[in-house]
Structures are given as structure tokens and as C-alpha cells.
């Protein structure tokens, strides 16, 4: 079955400090790999996808294979930065449309 | 131009009533799904139109739930006979055509079943 798990609800760092979000997965075959942001107040909007191999406000993720993981990471936290975020798969097993999601990271940066 | 709006944003309900929300979409965009987030929980896919006709109704939870879209406009999603463990925030994404990356999602309806 396919699965995204997201193992910390809530990661707390100090503006500045560098970020890992941590998301594995579990898949059959490739998968396309997403990272979702929800500021607050805020609907969901997609912050990045791994075969852009872009990088979104600082961000960078990348899709390891072997570990099947996507971390999300960021160098120096900005306050702005706090928000939910969330990793999602999708693919020819889950019929390509839908996204499947993990329960998502709070992360919060403090002054 | 306008996002994907939803309504209502929040509703009440006693269990065992019917419900509709609304998800209207971004003007051209075929493709539209629902999606279910329960506290704590990630979202959960419902169901996804492409155009009025939905090829994955695979996350539907039982018969209670069923959707419906007019044309590439407007979708409602009915909860009938509610229950309380359909308490969620329901979303709504819509894109161009079918696939993940250019979903655009609403702000929700938070959904209480008392």
C-alpha cells in the first residue's frame, strides 16, 4: 500500500538555525513526491515537487530511492517560515490524479 | 482571478441529517477532487471528476457519501444520514487536467457532527 509518513507533529528551531523535515514513503515503483505548505489562515498550496528539482524560498528536497525518502530542509529559518507542512506522493499506483498524503509537521520558528 | 472557493466554511449538524457542501472550482479547470482531513489525520482522497463524470470514487468512506459535478463547474459532495466520526474539514482542488502537481485546493468546510 502506498504510505507517507511524516514522523514529527511538531518541529520547533530558533530563527536562523537550519530545518530538516522529515518524510518517507512507502511505494511500488516511481512515484512523483511532493512537499505541501499551509500557512495560517491560509489554504494548502503546493510549495514544491520533486522532478522540478527547484528550490522554493529556500527550500530544497530531494528524493533518495534507497532510503525512500524526501526530507525538506532549509539552511537558515525565517520566522515566516512556520506553517504546516505536508509530503504527499502520487503515481501510477494510485492512479496518477490523486495525492496521498502524510500527517503533516508543524514547524515553528522562534525569534 | 478567483480561487477555488467553498461553501460553507463551517456547518453544524445533528447526527443522522444530510448535508451538501459546494466546491466551486477555477473557471477551466476539468479536473476537480475532494479531499477529507480529520483531526490530526493527513487528507484523505474522496473522489476525483474529470470533467462531470468521476473515473476514481475509491475514497468514498461508505454509500453515505456520494458527489456530483455540473458540466466543468460547480461540484457538491452529499453526506447522507451523518455520523460523528464524519466530523472533518472536507477540501476541494481543482486543476487543468488530471494530475497532481498543478492542484489548487479551497479553504474547506469544517464539518461537526454533534
Known amino acids: 500500500a502506498q504510505r507517507v509518513t511524516q514522523p514529527e507533529k511538531l518541529l520547533s528551531v530558533f530563527k536562523g538555525a537550519p530545518v530538516e523535515l522529515k518524510c518517507n514513503y512507502s511505494y511500488s515503483g516511481s512515484p512523483e513526491l511532493f512537499w505541501y505548505v499551509q500557512y495560517s489562515r491560509q489554504r494548502l498550496q503546493l510549495l514544491l515537487r520533486h522532478i522540478s528539482r527547484e528550490s522554493i524560498k529556500g527550500f530544497t528536497a530531494d528524493l533518495n530511492k534507497g532510503e525512500t525518502s524526501f526530507h525538506l530542509k532549509k539552511p537558515f529559518a525565517q520566522e515566516e517560515d512556520s506553517a504546516m507542512y505536508y509530503c504527499a506522493l502520487s503515481g501510477l499506483n494510485t492512479g496518477f490524479q490523486k495525492l496521498v498524503f502524510g500527517t503533516g509537521t508543524r514547524l515553528l520558528v522562534s525569534p | 482571478g478567483a480561487g477555488v472557493s467553498q461553501s460553507p466554511s463551517n456547518k453544524v449538524t445533528e447526527k443522522g441529517k444530510d448535508v451538501e457542501l459546494r466546491c466551486d472550482p477555477i473557471?477551466?479547470?476539468?479536473?476537480l477532487y475532494w479531499y477529507r482531513q480529520r483531526l490530526g489525520q493527513g487528507l484523505e482522497f474522496l473522489i476525483y471528476f474529470q470533467g462531470n463524470s468521476a473515473p476514481d470514487k475509491s475514497g468514498l468512506p461508505s454509500d453515505r457519501f456520494s458527489a456530483e459535478r455540473t458540466g466543468e463547474s460547480v461540484s457538491t459532495l452529499t453526506i447522507q444520514r451523518t455520523q460523528q466520526e464524519d466530523s472533518a474539514v472536507y477540501l476541494c482542488?481543482?486543476?487543468?487536467?488530471?494530475?497532481?502537481?498543478?492542484?489548487?485546493f479551497g479553504p474547506g468546510t469544517r464539518l461537526t457532527v454533534t
Open positions: 482542488a481543482s486543476s487543468l487536467a488530471g494530475g497532481p502537481s498543478g492542484q489548487y
Open positions: 473557471s477551466g479547470h476539468t479536473a
